[in-house]
């Protein structure tokens, strides 16, 4: 079948023009084709649509090929440009092929024309793959230049004694250099520790990857951080080319673990009972002490909801208290009642909190719960010994200092220096009341003296 092919031709004469698409069509192309006679005329199409092969005749009124070409090098238009003429000499035609003209064809020899638009297609084509691939390598080196340089994670390229020859943006902030002062160093002078840098320079020479390679690199002010590397090396015709290495900054997550180590190991050994739920109630962590406090392992725990430990009379008490938490409000400590596994209910006091994440927002809720059975037994026990102690004190008053008393009429003598008998003395001075009675001594002495 014909193929298409579009033509713009450069002609002032119409036969001329007629005779160059027969012959194309001869040729086996079905040509579509516009025709004109001046530049701006040429400018002008130029601007409406491309052309798979530009004909222009040499010698036009007011302009030659030269021109023509000159006007479409300007423009960046890579389309095949052909002169064809019957006047040009072969010292213009070199002069146009110097310029970028694809070839040029006498009038009289038409037959070559074909051939030409064949050959200059097919390096048009050759010359667009050309350039979508150079287009494609520098978007791909612009790609890899901008991974490189904007990755969130630290990197650099070292040559095998370790010199620093590329490094990325997140590497320099990392440890504090600029460009200039961290380029050209061996990465030897980052590592505190410079056996742990001599290994891993030993390792990557020897074949060997790192991988979450441990080191602790010094910063420019004086600080240290904790990292893991990863690197591994180029190798061409079985030659060590450089070393690509990947540092990821840990020290705040090892801090973490360590805090959060240290926080599980209290949890864990606390007395008190330390459960964590999710926003809906569901138990989320149970240490050991909640296990000691209601029986419950920590795996019949988690999933199920906070009101599996609230007696029947108590359901409502934990979602007034969850409510509060998620609106903000403060949860004062309270002490309410638990029901254990296995076991009666048991008084408890109880701290609840929200759990945060990373971002300040709640996600859960904690509860730090004590058994205060013993407790409010020896608070009862005190009550009732403050109470016992109250009833004795009402009925006793005491005397204090010495009371001078008559060793013959036993009368008391009060502050004033009044002598007093006993009884008002006494009713004045305690709460006593005092009967009368006779003692067996007296009653015996009464009763010798009324039968004599």
Known sequence: MPKLLRILIVEDSEDDAFFTVQELARGGFEPEFERVETLAALDSTLDRQSWDVIICDH??????????????KRRQCDTPFI?????????????????????YVMKNALGRLVPSIERELVEASNRRILRQAEKALRRSQHDLNDFFENAPISLHWAAPDGTILRANATELRLLGYAAEEYLGHSVAEYFVDSEVAEDALQELRGGEDLLDYPARLRRRDGTVRETLICANALWEDGKFVRSRWFTLDVTDRMHYELVSGYLGSIVESSEDAIIGTDLKGNIVSWNEGATRLYGYTAAEARGHSILMLAPPNRLEESPDHFTRILREQ???????FHLPKDGPVIPVSVTRSPIRDSQGKIIGVSAIERDITKSRQEEQERLLLIRELSRALARVKTLRGLLPICTSCKRIRDDRGDWNQIEPFLQEHTQAEITHGICPDCEAQLKGELEA
């Not at 010292?91 to 092929?97: H, P, S």
């Not at 403060?330 to 309410?336: A, S």
């Open 59 to 72: 010698a036009m009124p007011g302009f030659t090929s030269l021109e023509a070409l000159h006007l479409i």
């Open 330 to 336: 403060q949860v004062e400590r309270y002490e309410t």
């Open 83 to 103: 002169i064809v003429s019957g006047v040009i000499g072969e010292e213009t035609a070199v002069k146009a092929m110097k310029a970028g003209a694809s070839d």
